[in-house]
T-cell receptor, first 113, second 113 residues
């Protein structure tokens, strides 16, 4: 059974710090991987999608990488801001035919000013 | 920017009652999904829907659950006889292609008493 693990479960940093969130999965035969942001009591906002043929994607201060051979993805946040405080979730499709995303439990980030 | 919309945002119901949660996916999207998140737990897949039929469903999606696309815009999740353990946030999502970037709504919080 595919499992997604996100480390750390929670992270507190001062404003301006660069940080890395980790996501690992048990089976390297994944298809696409997507990172989301979730604010308390709210829906999921898509941040980045890394397709199976790609190794990384960038959007503004965010950079996500994917290493299927090691079963890992990282989300890099540069120059963190208090507005970045949220829970960050990674999720992947097992294969192209799979229509279900498998989610990790998330990393809850708190950025203090 | 196009978005997935869900109604109601919060519904309180008595155990054994029927509940219908409604979603309007993004207009040019072809794949539709329901996920749920019990408080403090992972986002879990319920069902995917394409071309007016279920593509895939999880073990959670038992005979008490059904989905329907009654017209060209709405996508509904029905729970026939709610149980206490159905209390959760239910998210609708849609994508243009299979395995493509998934866009989520803000969720419908269901409380079963």
């Amino acid at each position: 059974k595919q499992e997604v693990t996100q480390i750390p479960a929670a992270l507190s940093v001062p404003e301006g710090e660069n940080l890395v969130l980790n996501c690992s999965f048990t089976d390297s035969a994944i298809y696409n991987l997507q990172w989301f942001r979730q604010d308390p009591g709210k829906g999921l906002t898509s941040l980045l999608l890394i397709q199976s043929s790609q190794r990384e994607q960038t959007s503004g201060r965010l950079n996500a990488s994917l290493d299927k051979s090691s079963g890992r993805s990282t989300l890099y946040i540069a120059a963190s801001q208090p507005g970045d405080s949220a829970t960050y979730l990674c999720a992947f499709w097992v294969n192209q035919a799979g229509t279900a995303l498998i989610f990790g439990k998330g990393t809850t980030l708190s950025v203090s000013s | 920017e196009p978005e997935v919309t869900q109604t109601p945002s919060h519904q309180v119901t008595q155990m054994g009652q029927e509940v219908i949660l409604r979603c309007v996916p993004i207009s040019n999207h072809l794949y539709f999904y329901w996920y749920r998140q019990i408080l403090g737990q992972k986002v879990e897949f319920l069902v995917s829907f394409y071309n007016n039929e279920i593509s895939e469903k999880s073990e959670i999606f038992d005979d008490q659950f059904s989905v329907e696309r009654p017209d060209g815009s709405n996508f509904t999740l029905k729970i026939r006889s709610t149980k206490l353990e159905d209390s959760a946030m239910y998210f609708c999502a849609s994508s243009v292609i299979e395995g493509g970037e998934l866009f989520f709504g803000e969720g419908s919080r269901l409380t079963v008493l």
